[in-house]
């Protein structure tokens, strides 16, 4: 055999390696852009579970959000209560944390910070900020989070940020 043909396969192999890793970073570069959210606004909101999707790569926790008193979910203008969402990290690393479903079933208090979705639909992304479960049944005083109940528990690293914004704004 002579020496091109001796080298045919691994020339092969490293183009198809530069082909995927291309392919692959342009896939990961998009999947992993944080530009959907606006982190001009930080809301810290404290809330009640309705469920969640463990999703491989984004689990998402789905709640009411309590009002300023923590004793009714707030509602549209129809009287639905208005459902957000938040984007967490993949389900196997916030599993590590405590967060799966049978941890936050429905009906669970919670308070987390995130950046809401840029485009005004209810949903943000969590980023570095901590989330807190309170005690079963015991929501937080009127106007304060999770973090300040007693018997608490922190899920994941990081504190409840110091909110920029309010909602409903």
């Not at 530069?18 to 404290?46: E, N, P, Q, W």
């Not at 300023?68 to 944390?97: C, F, H, K, T, Y």
């Amino acid at each position: 055999m002579d020496s091109k043909c001796a080298r045919l396969p691994s020339l092969l192999t490293a183009a198809a390696t530069v082909i995927c890793g291309a392919t692959y970073s342009g896939f990961a570069g998009a999947h992993h852009s944080f530009s959907m959210y606006d982190r001009s606004k930080t809301y810290v909101l404290t809330s009640v579970v309705t469920r969640i999707n463990p999703d491989l790569n984004h689990l998402q926790i789905f709640f009411g959000v309590l009002d300023e008193d923590r004793n009714r979910v707030i509602r549209d203008e129809a009287g639905e209560p208005v459902i957000w969402s938040v984007e967490l990290r993949a389900s196997s690393q916030v599993a590590r944390d405590g967060v799966t479903i049978a941890g936050f079933p429905p009906g669970t208090i919670f308070s987390v910070g995130l950046h809401p979705l840029r485009n005004g639909l209810p949903g943000g992304g969590r980023a570095e900020y901590g989330l807190y479960k309170c005690p079963e049944n015991t929501p937080p005083a009127p106007g304060k989070h999770c973090d300040s109940v007693a018997g608490a528990t922190s899920h994941g690293h990081g504190l409840l940020p110091e909110p920029t914004h309010a909602w409903p704004e």
